[in-house]
């Protein structure tokens, strides 16, 4: 009887000090809702300028598109800069308590993130695309533009076709060269293919060339319209890519917190 008396007095003790400690967890202290209201205060004053910052980036995003034109590398460390700038929820004048326990800390926590999601995909679409391809387009412009007439001003070419090989031939090399490490995606592809066959065949019409004035015969270059024709397709090239990223900056060009 004793037994079973003490067991069950055990047993009440136990609910007891269960009972007091869900007691003490779902009230908390007065020192503790006032961590709570701290931490909630710091939230929605970060919120506010967390919605003034991601508006001052999106207007600077479209400001320094505008201002860069075709120097898309240099937007892309500007934007990712000024991204890295956007502030992040201060821990001061907050206790971890507070800031475990205020919803609206805990929120405005979460925030920073998702408001960069877009900006973010738009500096990878930069990276990852717009800036190879511009590259690209660049080193194709920079192989037609190769003009052998002004890098053979002060040789004699007359009676040997030394220049051509020395000057003419190595110019043609590099930026076939560049162009190789290109990696144009499958809508440049063919255009590529035919700018490493026009820079083929410069190269194999100059060493012929030096080859006959070496021999006493007449030598002209003879392009036709191939640099024309290629470079009007790089500007096309260029345009739709100036297309691609404005349509991408339009996204950003809204009013101020819409």
Do not use: C, W
């Amino acid at each position: 009887m004793r037994g079973r008396f003490a067991a069950v007095l055990v047993v009440t003790v136990l609910v007891a000090v269960a009972a007091l400690v869900l007691a003490v967890t779902v009230a908390p202290s007065t020192e503790q809702r006032e961590q709570t209201d701290d931490a909630g205060r710091v939230g929605r004053a970060y919120e506010r300028d967390l919605t003034q910052s991601i508006d001052d980036l999106a207007a600077y995003v479209v400001k320094r598109r505008f201002e860069n034109e075709t120097k898309y590398q240099k937007l892309y460390e500007q934007v990712t800069a000024r991204m890295d700038a956007v502030p992040r929820i201060p821990k001061t004048g907050t206790t971890a308590y507070g800031r475990e326990h205020s919803r609206d800390y805990r929120t405005a926590a979460s925030r920073r993130a998702l408001e960069l999601e877009p900006f973010r995909a738009f500096v990878t679409r930069l990276k990852g695309e717009v800036i190879p391809r511009q590259k690209f387009v660049e080193v194709g412009i920079d192989l037609v533009q190769i003009n052998p007439a002004k890098l053979l001003e002060g040789f004699t070419v007359q009676f040997s076709g030394s220049a051509l090989r020395t000057e003419v031939v190595p110019a043609y090399r590099k930026v076939r060269k560049k162009l190789r490490a290109q990696k144009p995606g499958p809508a440049d592809a063919e255009l590529a293919r035919d700018l490493e066959r026009y820079a083929n065949d410069a190269i194999t019409m100059t060493r012929e060339g030096a080859d006959d004035i070496d021999a006493g015969r007449g030598f002209f270059f003879k392009f036709g319209d191939k640099p024309d024709t290629l470079l009007t397709r790089l500007e096309n090239t260029q345009r739709s890519i100036a297309v691609e990223v404005s349509t991408l900056v339009d996204a950003f060009d809204t009013p101020p917190g819409s």
